[in-house]
C-alpha cells in the first residue's frame, strides 16, 4: 500500500497547472488500469550532442481524474558529442595536475569521437480534450529518471567515462495530438522539451498506439 501512495504522490506532482482547480477527491489512483500500448519514432536537438533520433515506448494507464490520463514511458537515444563539447572536455582534462594526466596537452581530436545515450523511464501526465473536428489534443508534464553513458575508445575505463556516466533526474513539457483511426488504434503527434542535470534538448515525437476494449464497468471519458 505504501508504493500505491507513492505512485499517487508523484502523479499529482506531475499533473498539469490547469487541472488545479479540481479537489483530491475527484482523483482515485485505483482507477488506474493499462488500456494501451504505443509505439513511437522522433528526432530531438540536444545541447550537448548532435542532432539525433529517439524511440520511445509509451503506456497508457488511463484517467486519474477527469481529463487527466496517466502515461509512464521509455525511451532512448544515442548520439556523438558536439565538436564544442570535446574541446570543452580536452580543455578540463588539460588542466588536472599531471600526476592525473598524460604530461601531453590533449585536443578534441586526441579525444576522438566519443558517443553518449540515455536510456528514460518517466511517467506524462495529460490533460486531454477533444476538438470539433475530431482530434484528442492534449498538453502536460513528466518527470523521468535518465541513465546517462558516455563511450569512446580513447575515454573507455577512465575517470572521464566515470564523468559522462551518471543517473539523472528530468523534467519535460509537452504537447500533442491525437487521431483515432479505428476504436483500437490511435495516431500521434507531440512536441516536447526535456530537461536533465547535464542536458537539454526540445524534440518531437510520431507514434501509433494500440487500445485495449474499455471496460465494461469503466465510465470513464475519454
Given at each position: ?13 506531475c499533473?498539469?497547472a490547469?487541472a ?7 482523483y ?7 488500456r ?5 519514432y522522433g528526432?530531438?536537438?540536444p545541447?550537448k ?6 524511440y520511445?515506448i509509451?503506456l497508457?494507464?488511463?484517467f486519474?481524474g ?5 502515461a509512464?514511458?521509455v525511451s532512448?537515444?544515442s ?5 564544442t ?13 599531471p600526476?592525473?594526466r598524460?604530461?601531453?596537452?590533449l585536443?578534441a581530436?586526441d579525444?576522438g ?6 536510456l528514460a523511464?518517466?511517467?506524462d501526465t495529460?490533460l486531454?480534450?477533444?476538438t ?8 502536460g508534464?513528466?518527470?523521468s529518471i535518465h ?9 573507455e ?5 566515470d564523468l559522462?556516466?551518471s ?7 509537452m504537447?500533442?495530438?491525437?487521431f483515432e ?6 495516431l ?7 530537461l536533465?542535470?547535464d542536458?537539454?534538448y526540445?524534440?518531437?515525437?510520431f ?9 465494461a464497468?469503466?465510465?470513464q471519458s475519454?
Open positions: 500500500m505504501r508504493y500505491h501512495k507513492l505512485l499517487f504522490t508523484l502523479l499529482l506532482i499533473t498539469p490547469s488545479g482547480a479540481q479537489t483530491l477527491a475527484d482515485d489512483y485505483e482507477n488506474l488500469a493499462f494501451g500500448i504505443g509505439l513511437d528526432f530531438i536537438w545541447s550532442v548532435k542532432a539525433t533520433p529517439t520511445t509509451r497508457d494507464l488511463g486519474l477527469p481529463g487527466i490520463r496517466i509512464p514511458i532512448y537515444w548520439s556523438e558529442m558536439r565538436r563539447e570535446l574541446d570543452r572536455l580536452a580543455d578540463q582534462i588539460n588542466r588536472l595536475p600526476l592525473m598524460d604530461s601531453v596537452a585536443s581530436d579525444l569521437n566519443i558517443t553518449w545515450s540515455d523511464i518517466g511517467v495529460h486531454l480534450w477533444t470539433p473536428i475530431g482530434l484528442i489534443t492534449y498538453v508534464a513528466g518527470a541513465a546517462l553513458n558516455g563511450h569512446g575508445d580513447f575515454i575505463s577512465t575517470f572521464v567515462e559522462l556516466d543517473t539523472a533526474a528530468g523534467i519535460s513539457l504537447a500533442g495530438m491525437e483511426l479505428t476504436p483500437r488504434v490511435r500521434y503527434g507531440e512536441a516536447r522539451y526535456t536533465v542535470t542536458i537539454r526540445p524534440g518531437v515525437r507514434g501509433g498506439s494500440l487500445m485495449l476494449p474499455p471496460r464497468a469503466s465510465a475519454r
